[in-house]
């Protein structure tokens, strides 16, 4: 039996040491080589001596992650499953309910249920808390339950949910599902278009190509490009969607890597469909990757006004290696730099700070890039606006709270305890806002600063040396102090958290399509995007 387990053990290990190959692996096929046989022993021993039964799979799985985690966290081990979730992402097909779902330990919670699509059209809503499949418990079930969801199309299955502490039941009939890399396009007025560009997919350039030229038919005199929250995907997408506002021949974005193929150039290779037409691009701090290379590059080409505030800071390039038994790798393989020469990656993954952190390049270290007409630009620290909106940058307390998923869940019980009669003019209160800050409040909410990391720190050396009698008071007047501070940060930060309680609540009532609607109105970065193109003496003042 052991030999047995050994030779499992062996073959995964010798399919993944012929993957190394290229003038990386040729310099260090020694030691390499060396690591590969000291790890194949070391695991040989583990299962075959430790004194409890094994799993080689989880360990080998631990181990793999281990590994990639002193790298940057865009290099991956996919399993098969894993893999699949990818496909999904690149071409935006699949099978399902049509569902976007958040995975917890004990249940899968609805984040959005997509119009028209079988779990919308079978009653599902955001919120609603799937807790057996089939008659499957979530709680019990020890592998990816969202993969329960899925299979053939017109194919049914049973979920059982709470609704409001309330169980439900209902049968949804599956269907193949297309999810859009242009979920919305539509006139703003009757000289400004507007394009909603959520994903860089298969279907990007076609989706977005077709938006353009629709709008351009209904009249359209200016548009706006909206890659907000658009977190990227794959690089000859972005490179497609420069190409429809600039010339032939152009170069987008240039690859270094240490590996010579993957050193590349990308240049426009089709006829544009309009160089003219007035453009802004919003992109805000979820804007990424793929988002940043077109943002960056129109920017550098001075072909469009950027509006927002500053992207995330994305500027390497991941590819997919095939590895056995069906799973992947992907892997970092360079760096990309927009036409000006910058590279925009804000986050050092390889010299980080003394809790392992990724550090953030410091502003004082950016560079400066000049633009086609001669405008400066910087590296470092993502894509910033050609018109900078404080207000769409979350503050660390929003990104916090947001992240903890309280203001989808105070939106959950808003969307149910009231009516709203007119989405348009819809608008939170005062005391929508007082009553979200107690619902804060009585939640098990902890939002802990660096602050308090470095006060916590100090008592901590504070008692080995026996001070702390002295400074015990101290502390705890700071702390006091701090969490006063932190209950004013929600205040300072009110019309950014009302303005993502909004968001959601609109959502709720009429999708995501009618929150695009609803942003037309309300929004300030379409509104100050209107204004930039309305007059065509300000929008050429952002490009000299």
């Known amino acids: 039996m052991k030999k047995l387990l050994t030779r499992r053990i062996l073959i995964p290990i010798f399919a993944a040491s012929i993957l190394f190959t290229g003038s990386a692996f040729k310099n260090d096929f020694f030691e390499i080589a060396k690591q590969i046989e000291i790890f194949t022993t070391l695991f040989k021993e583990l299962n075959m001596n430790y004194v409890d039964e094994t799993n080689p799979g989880e360990l080998m799985d631990s ?51 997509y119009k028209d699509y079988p779990a919308d059209k079978a009653g599902l809503k955001a919120g609603d808390q799937i ?56 006139m703003i007025n009757d000289k400004t278009g507007y394009i909603v560009l959520s994903k860089f997919n298969t279907k990007t ?25 658009n977190p990227g995907g794959l690089l000859s997408e972005a490179v497609n969607i420069v190409n429809l506002f600039v010339p032939k021949g152009q170069l987008v974005v240039t690859t270094k890597s240490k590996v010579k193929k993957y050193n590349k ?72 730099y927009t036409p000006s020469g910058r590279c925009i990656q804000a986050l050092d993954y390889w010299n980080r700070d003394e809790e392992g952190n990724a550090t953030r ?15 400066k630009v910087f590296d470092g620290g993502g894509v910033l606006p050609d018109e900078n909106l404080d207000n769409s940058k979350l503050s660390p307390i929003t990104k916090a709270i947001s992240g903890n998923f309280l203001i989808f869940d105070y939106a959950t019980e808003y969307y149910y305890k009231n009516n709203i009669e007119d989405i348009n003019s819809f608008k939170l209160t005062d005391a929508d806002f007082t009553d979200f800050k107690n619902y804060v409040n009585a939640s098990d909410f902890n939002f802990e600063t660096k602050t308090e990391k470095a006060l916590a720190e100090v008592l901590i050396e504070a008692e080995k040396e026996e001070l702390d009698t002295d400074i015990q008071k101290d502390y705890n007047t700071l702390i006091n102090n701090l969490n006063q501070s932190k209950n004013k940060a929600i205040d300072k930060n009110k019309e950014q958290i009302l303005g993502l309680l909004t968001d959601e609540i609109v ?38």
């Open 265 to 336: 150039t990308y240049y426009t290779q089709k006829e544009p469909l309009d160089t003219e037409i007035p453009l802004v691009v919003l992109i805000n701090g979820n804007s990424a990757s793929a988002s940043e290379i077109v943002s960056g590059s129109l920017q550098d080409l001075d072909r469009a006004v950027i509006v927002g505030s500053r992207s995330f800071g994305k500027g390497l390039v991941q590819r997919p290696k095939l590895l056995t038994y069906g799973t992947q790798l992907k892997v970092t393989i360079s760096r990309y």
């Open 361 to 375: 390049v410091k502003q004082e270290n950016y560079h400066v890039f000049k633009t086609k007409n001669g405008r």
């Open 131 to 186: 807790i057996k499949i089939n008659g499957v418990s979530i709680e019990d079930y020890k592998d990816d339950a969202v993969n329960l969801l899925k299979g053939a199309p017109n194919s049914t299955v049973d979920v059982t949910y709470l609704r409001l502490g309330k169980e439900n039941t209902a049968t949804i009939k599956r269907s193949e599902i297309e999810i859009d890399a242009v979920p919305h396009f539509s």
């Open 205 to 229: 350039t076609s989706q977005t190509s077709y938006a353009l030229k629709d709008l351009k038919a209904q009249g359209a005199e200016n548009i706006i490009l909206d890659l907000r929250n």
């Open 507 to 544: 959502k709720r009532n009429v999708y995501r399509e009618g929150l695009y609607e609803y942003y037309k109105i309300h929004n300030e970065e379409i509104k100050t995007a209107t204004q930039i193109l309305a007059k065509p003496s300000k929008y050429q003042s952002y490009l000299k």
């Open 63 to 113: 181990a793999i992650k281990s590994m990639l985690n002193n790298l940057d966290p865009y290099t991956q081990f996919y399993n098969e499953q894993d893999v699949e979730a990818e496909r999904i992402k690149r071409t935006g097909d699949y099978t399902g309910i049509g569902a976007n779902i958040r995975t917890l330990k004990d249940k899968l919670i609805i984040i959005e249920p």
